[in-house]
């Protein structure tokens, strides 16, 4: 939504409002007693409602830079490495 703003100030396209609706489907397997537990996203759908005066095509070029633009729907679209690491007591703890 932060996306949706900010490339509506720039087109100069008027947002009176604006609501969003996310679901995301998840799984997860495996056991926490055997180790072996496994998330997994299985989608995601997302509703945006905008409330503007201005003619839709225009609308529409905020919608299409805003999700162009946001760094977690790219992300989704385009997976990226992840890295991460566990500090225990200022320690590095292997989780390997």
Do not use: W
Request: net charge positive; hydrophobic share 40%; with cysteine.
């Amino acid at each position: 939504m932060t996306q949706v703003s900010r490339y509506g100030h720039m087109l100069k396209v008027t947002v009176n409002g604006m609501r969003m609706r996310v679901r995301a489907r998840y799984r997860v397997t495996g056991s926490v007693l055997d180790d072996s537990v496994r998330a997994s996203m299985m989608g995601a759908e997302t509703t945006l409602e905008i409330d503007s005066p201005d003619p839709p095509d225009r609308v529409s070029r905020v919608v299409r830079n805003a999700e162009r633009g946001c760094f977690v729907m790219q992300a989704l679209l385009e997976p990226v490495p992840v890295t991460g690491q566990t500090i225990l007591n200022g320690q590095p703890l292997a989780t390997d």
